[in-house]
């Protein structure tokens, strides 16, 4: 796989689609205040539609964005559902014994120390709560990264078919990773991570500038995120390209021809 080509022509496809075409740039802007429409778009880009395509249909692009805001929820949920049966019982924990009380938070060092000195059964609590918190943590990050492999192919997927179901067949999305190749997939996410976590940096930069730093970051994430959505969404629709075979998936809404992968 050349990751070069593919990064360069995912450059070139943000590039193209909005250097110069600031209306198009704006209303893009206009569509990530009302996600639905921008997650339709994008919808478009991983369908395959190049260059990038004009901004419009905007009912039709509203329920595709719903149905992806969908998937994404259906993939995700399992994993802030974990986060949330983890943390819970040691907050509640720390709540019972009064630690987010007024007068604790008053407490010296040396006083909270006291203070849990006489506690020892919440120690133990702690430590039980606590451990459970990072046991259900560890589980989080591995079932976190499974959802990535299956999803970042499962979005591009039920945009082809245009079936909801179909992003989450994971024999066929398995079949697909294995004709990219393993070894081949695994660099991909990790190349796209690393794109998303320097953009991320970036941003953050600008918030570390005393007082204006928010509204400089607020300026530069509306400038930057729509060409940096074109970016990540063609690359995510190459590398599914990649692992295209001849059999036919199954047919989208009537009058829409089957499409293949």
């Not at 994971?170 to 990219?180: D, G, K, Q």
């Not at 940096?228 to 990649?242: E, K």
């Not at 009058?255 to 293949?260: A, E, F, Q, R």
């Amino acid at each position: 796989m050349d990751f070069g080509s593919i990064l360069d022509d995912s450059f070139a496809y943000a590039k193209e689609g909005v250097w110069e075409r600031w209306s198009r740039w704006l209303v893009l802007i206009g569509c990530i205040i009302i996600f639905p429409l921008i997650l339709g778009y994008i919808v478009r880009i991983y369908r395959g539609e190049r260059p990038a395509p004009e901004p419009g249909e905007w009912a039709t692009i509203f329920v595709d964005g719903l149905k992806l805001l969908v998937v994404h929820i259906v993939y995700w949920a399992p994993v802030f559902l974990l986060i949330l049966v983890g943390f819970i019982p040691f907050i509640l924990t720390l709540v019972s014994a009064g630690v987010f009380s007024e007068s604790f938070s008053t407490m010296s060092d040396t006083q909270a120390e006291r203070w849990f000195d006489s506690h020892p059964e919440l120690l133990s609590q702690l430590l039980v709560t606590g451990g459970f918190m990072v046991l259900l943590i560890l589980i989080t990050i591995i079932l976190a990264i499974g959802i990535t492999i299956f999803s970042f192919l499962g979005v591009v997927r039920f945009a082809r078919t245009r079936s909801i179901s179909e992003a989450f067949n994971f024999s066929a999305l398995l079949a697909h990773i294995r004709r990219i190749g393993w070894i081949n997939y695994i660099i991909a996410l990790i190349a796209i991570s690393i794109i998303g976590y320097i953009f991320s940096m970036i941003l953050n930069f600008f918030s570390l500038i005393p007082v204006i730093g928010i509204f400089i970051e607020l300026i530069v994430m509306g400038i930057l995120y729509v060409p940096f959505i074109l970016f990540s969404a063609r690359f995510s629709s190459c590398i599914y390209d990649m692992g295209l075979e001849g059999s036919l998936e199954p047919s989208g809404p009537a009058g829409t021809p089957p499409v293949s992968g």
